[in-house]
């Protein structure tokens, strides 16, 4: 019997920690893994959320300056086994003296000012520079301007699609980019280019056009990333929308002609241009898409990005159906990062979802996202501002189940929700007659510090002191009233939170329905002395506190009260308190002798006619 050996599998390095990973799922109670080093600097909102990641980055990009400013201090080498690409680089120059090694060497290491005053040592000791060398020189210059290298822009740089061509310019006139090139005593197709591209980066796209023109006078050939530079800086070429459609298909024009192929950062680019010109991107953008198919380039995250704004941002929207077949799209294919503006294409989805008010597409594209590693292409801010959309888009279609299950899998983990989600979910809530899950939302804003939001306390006031509940959940409105009169009267280094008549007039009836006459009173007294009208349905309310516990002293305060300010409802609440209460010789006296404003103004006028 023959025995068939299997073909050897060949694993990737990582295979078993991605098999382990598999295996466990996302805890709905931690948070970002960022901030697990260190409980105390667990975020509380999206703002301490961003605080805190930046606080991380920043520590990093200070130890890299350690590293790069104080070499000397980190020469010895203790892991055993000792790993090369775990150690600080060399930044120290090896090569000394005035030569053209040594400038390679400055310009290897990024070192800006010591490689342009090298250059320029170089130029006035007669010492020719190869053209090969000035490039790199004004690759680094282009890219860094005359400032020196940091890890911000290392950063940047690494994101770029081609690494060692440079994309920035210094934005000062005769800079050492455009001295040396000027200088340079033969200038090849690179040395266009190189100019071109970093001038377009910085935005001076006019200068751009006019050294692409002396390329093609030069009888040069410009490279793809030139012309995909050149035909994203169309906007700031032409101003109406015609012209740009028309300057952009001669640029591709030319890249016919230079038999230049087209890549995908060029069609993006051109997608890019037409979301700035209006009508003339919608009837051209579907070309777009028809030519990348025709030479079969496949579509990233940025391209259906640039598409889904091309026809979703404007007054009138365009039907959902557009959006369907780009999620069918994204349903089918795995994704990598390609293009700088591939981290949008989320966002603008999610967006177009929450316009159309349609929550299957949401479910769609929310699934999408989470399909492989499709999650990396949001960062912190992007995944919080994500999930925002999605949980307000859930509050206003879905029933309050799922708003709720969402709710307590996302929240704190995945995002923090914004005082306009806390007010979408009080919305939610109120449309299906749950409020008496309010108490457990006003501890959230607690947590999440949002106790000073005068929108979020209104809503909240308001919602719980409406109607009337049963004597449980009443019992909860008021304790939350309470927290809210504690943060009203807080005093410390912030300003005071402000009361306002409807925020005073929604507490008073929350205390006076749990029958605590005396905290309403308390209440009412503001009303006074913030020169506030209470309602006639939180006296009402008030008076029945009163009678409920049999305080008719408090009546009579609040008929005072309302004579003090000249209602109109005085009387009433005067007859009110001698019919429904059992007052003493005392207080009816104390009654009978309390005349509004009104009273007293007829009085006047009627002695002033006799």
């Not at 860094?144 to 290298?149: A, H, L, N, T």
């Not at 640029?251 to 209006?278: I, S």
């Not at 069918?328 to 603008?348: G, I, M, Q, Y």
């Not at 912030?494 to 005396?518: D, I, K, M, N, Y």
Request: charged letters at 25%.
């Amino acid at each position: 019997e023959e025995i068939v050996l299997p073909r050897r599998k060949t694993w990737s390095k990582l295979a078993v920690l991605q098999t382990l990973a598999s295996t466990v799922n996302r805890d709905p109670t931690a948070a970002h893994y960022m901030f697990q080093d260190d409980p105390y600097l667990m975020p509380r909102n999206a703002a301490n959320a961003r605080l805190y990641s930046l606080s991380k980055e920043s520590g990093r990009n200070a130890a890299k300056y350690i590293i790069k400013n104080f070499p000397q201090y980190f020469d010895k080498t203790f892991a055993e086994p000792n790993i090369p690409c775990l150690m600080p680089e060399t930044l120290t120059p090896q090569i000394e003296g005035m030569s053209e090694e040594a400038l390679k060497e400055r310009i290897h290491l990024r070192r800006v000012k010591e490689s342009v005053d090298l250059f320029d040592q170089l130029v006035q000791a007669g010492t020719p520079v190869s053209l090969e060398t000035t490039n790199s020189l004004l690759d680094l210059l282009c890219f860094y301007g005359d400032g020196e290298f940091t890890p911000e822009k290392e950063e940047e740089k690494e994101d770029l699609e081609e690494p060692g061509v440079c994309l920035f310019i210094d934005s000062r006139e005769n800079n050492n980019a455009e001295r040396i090139f000027k200088i340079m005593p033969e200038r090849n197709a690179h040395s266009y280019c190189t100019m071109i591209r970093g001038m377009v980066k910085h935005g001076a796209s006019v200068k751009a056009y006019e050294m692409y023109i002396d390329l093609l006078n030069e009888r040069h050939k410009a490279d793809v990333h030139t012309f995909n530079a050149l035909i994203t800086a169309v906007p700031q070429l032409k101003d109406r929308f015609t012209e740009r459609w028309e300057l952009a298909k001669v640029f591709l024009n030319h890249m016919a002609q230079q038999e230049v192929q087209p890549n995908l950062l060029t069609f993006n680019a051109v997608l890019k241009t037409l979301r700035r010109c209006g009508a003339v991107g919608r009837s051209m953008s579907l070309l777009v898409m028809k030519e990348m198919e025709a030479l079969d380039i496949e579509p990233s995250f940025a391209t259906y990005d640039h598409l889904l704004y091309i026809f979703y941002k404007g007054v009138e929207l365009c039907p959902s159906g557009l959006m369907s077949e780009v999620l069918h799209d994204v349903e089918k294919r795995s994704f990598t990062p390609e293009d700088p503006d591939d981290a949008n294409f989320f966002l603008t989805a999610m967006q177009v979802c929450c316009d159309l008010k349609d929550i299957k597409l949401a479910y769609r594209l929310n699934k999408a996202m989470e399909k492989g590693d499709n999650w990396k292409f949001l960062d912190v801010d992007r995944l919080n501002t994500y999930w925002s959309k999605f949980f307000s888009l859930l509050c206003m279609m879905e029933q309050i189940d799922v708003v709720l299950k969402w709710y307590k899998e996302m929240s704190h983990s995945l995002f923090y929700p914004t005082p306009k989600n806390i007010l979408d979910l009080l919305q939610a809530l109120d449309a299906a007659n749950h409020l008496e899950l309010i108490p457990s939302v006003w501890e959230d804003v607690k947590q999440l510090g949002f106790t000073r939001r005068q929108e979020l306390l209104e809503e909240l006031l308001s919602l719980m002191s409406r109607d009337q509940h049963p004597e449980e959940i009443q019992l909860a409105f008021a304790k939350c009233a309470e927290d809210i009169k504690a943060v009203h009267e807080q005093t410390g280094r912030e300003a005071p939170v402000e009361w306002t008549g409807s925020t005073l007039g929604h507490v008073v009836l929350l205390f006076s329905r749990v029958g605590r006459t005396q905290d309403a009173w308390n209440m009412m007294e503001h009303f006074q002395k913030m020169n506030r009208i209470p309602t006639q349905q939180v006296m009402n309310g008030f008076l029945n506190c009163a009678k409920q516990t049999n305080c008719p002293d408090e009546a009579i305060k609040l008929v005072k009260l309302a004579a003090s300010l000249g209602l109109p409802s005085s009387q009433m609440l005067k007859s009110r308190t001698e019919k429904e209460f059992e007052l003493s010789e005392q207080q009816r006296k104390a009654l009978e002798s309390i005349k509004s404003d009104s009273d007293s103004s007829d009085s006047d006028s009627d002695s002033d006619s006799d």
